[in-house]
């Protein structure tokens, strides 16, 4: 398999829109049809294409389980972190009006939804890969 | 807006922070791992105990998740039939993260130590999600947190037959949520609605449908496997026999009890007693079931010849005395299985806790193994004879109040024979325990062929750490048995609350 | 005649179509012997009762939820299922990489995939 052009040609050129199309559908979560867990595992599937084009070393090379792990851990943090300054602001859990109304800034709400939907998505991406690694990977490194 | 106000999101939150944080602490030192989970822990217990006495003193304590107002958005509930479920399951936790730190150094590889820290703290903070939510899709998500974690948790063992009970559980609970997710999805085909509260109050008008019926059904089976009632509890006894002991501690005692606790929480509040006596009469045949649970569980608990499995089996006994509680569903029956699934969880934990410093020490659990133990670890083995005469029922332990108040309340509805069954199950319930007595006490350790070599590693008790809270687990069942009227205090307003508030 | 028929079956067809793929599933997880036929038919299971939820969603000419011209009185879909199932979905997706993990070490342990096979080597240990 890794001496196929074609593959490698075309997922080389597909990976880029494919990723693109991940960070949009990220972004138009606030607003309409899309948000984190969608975009994520886009996310992943272009790394999973990557990995069936190049092979897993190769992959692995650029982003370890070092890497994932505080990918997830920081998916998750914004999260909650966003969650937690709700609180802060006097507000219940994850309240964004709340936010909102503290720091004066009109439609800051869209804006916290998008960070928590990247949030969530660098989240989904990152336990996606996690999973790919564990299961194609036999296993190895794996944690 | 003092802190207390956000404690019921609190409970949830900070614990997933937590693991977090010890994912990322063990890339540097798996040392680091432990404190942090023991600290959230012990904080969560904390404030579940503060969280219980604010309800107790001034009602139930509605959360509304980013102040949408329930029909649209998520709220958490605490009144005081999940928060006397929350002290408890915490209470257990707490005890098993202490016990867990040198039980783990043992059976789980140091790779996986990390990651073990990890699900136990993502399992606790599941069933935490569980007890306090008050939306019954978010009921499922968190149900489904604790399951992976669950399956994940009895994998790490280093006996390769773990994961083949992993994987047979797996396969079962995804049947079980499934099922689950089909009876939600029809309540709210009929309702409209997701809100725990809100479906009580609009189930009534349509008692009468299929959907209904259907729903009750789904989750009714869902629910029954997940808390492995009598003939659905094929996973139990792998998944308890093969996981590692502190993995086998918590999802014995906190993890039944939450399913438990889930099932009760359908039953009497979603579906309230007039739809489960008089539209869709199931109560006779819950009772009929768990006495057959009972006897059922009893026996083939006689026959095991190892330690953790005969525990397994008497769980699935227990249970049915759980199940009988709901199946009576009269005030003093519930109070009576209220207590239960507080006493059980104390005993069974301790009793699982035994079973693991013997395989910690000796490192085998087959009961022929254990003859004349008393001497090596004594201990241990009367903590063991304590909280089994708990599970017998013995005054003036726990398990004698609540088997007593179950038996109060089958006489109160006439049922004297289901009344039997009860004294039976206690009886055979005597027989097991025995067993391991007569083993422990009464078996000559140099009659058999014993190797030399485990006398030697059996010499003495375990570490403190695990033995501190196995013995205050066998003290607890002597004094919630003798002070069983300060639990009332909680659990007489929870019967109450669940026979529909009157 | 046809009238109860057309009742029962066929203005219901999303339902029943839906309970065929849920017993496919269960078939397949109770009957099939190879532990990876196993989660195929739990992954089918668990498809046929998320396309229970997205159809009861339906809303016959509805649109997407989104904030349209007409304003509030737009007809539109109901969306609440559809955000559930999406959480149902990755639910699925993680129960299945942990039973594929499991099986990945089921397989390097005995090195069998088939239930009864399997069965025979954990009790031969």
Redesign the interface.
Known sequence: MMENVVIRTVSRLAVPFIQIFALYVIVHGASGAGGGFQGGVVFAASFILMIIAFGMANVRRRIDN?GI??L??IG??TY?GI??L??LM?????????IEAALGIPHLHGILIDLVEAGIGIAVMASMVSIIYDIAGNGEES? | ?TIIN?VP?LLV?IP??AS?LI??AG?YDRRFCYPIALITILSQFVASIAILLQVLDGGTIH?????WAPPLGIELVIDSFNGFILVAILLLAAATIIYARRSVEKEIAP?KI??FYVLFQLLVTGLVGMTITGDI?NL??FL?ISS?AA??LI?SSRK??S??A??NY??LG??A??FI??GI?NL??ATGT?NMAELAVMLPASYHLATIHSAFLFLMIGFSIKVAFFPLHLWLPDAYAESPSAVTVLISTVMAKVSVYALFRILFTVFTTAYIIDSFPVTGFILLMSTVAIVAGAVLAIAQEDLKRMLAYSSVSQIGYIMFALGVANEIALEGGLLHILGHAVMKGCLFMVAGMIIYRMGTSRLSDMKGLSKTMPISCAAFALAGASMIGIPPTIGFMSKYYLVLGAFEAGLWPYAAVLLIGSLLAAIYIWRFIEIAYFGDPHGADHNEEQTQTAEREGPLSMLAPMVGLAILCLLFGIFVEVLMQAVGPAALLLLGGA | MIEPFYELFLSRYNYWMAIILMLIG?YA?IAKQN?VK?IIG?NI??TA?FL??IS?AEVRGGTAPIYTAEGVHALYVNP??HV?IL??IV?GV??TA??LS??V??YE??GVLDEDE?MLA?RK?
């Open positions: 070092r792990m505080w997830s851990v998750i943090a909650a969650g937690f709700a609180l006097a507000g219940n859990f994850l309240e964004y009006a709340a944690s | 807006m956000h999101v939150a997933i922070i977090l994912l990322a890339w959360y509304h998740l980013g102040n790779d990390v990651s899709f499922y998500v489904e992976i399956y994940t994998a390769p037959h994961y083949v992993s994987f797996l396969i995804s049947i949520a499934g997710l089909l999805g709210y085909v997701l | 269960l997880l532990l196993k739990l299971f668990q009762i229970f939820y009861f609440l299922p559930l959480t149902a639910v993680s129960v942990v039973a499991l099986i070490r089921i342990e005995y399997l954990v240990r």
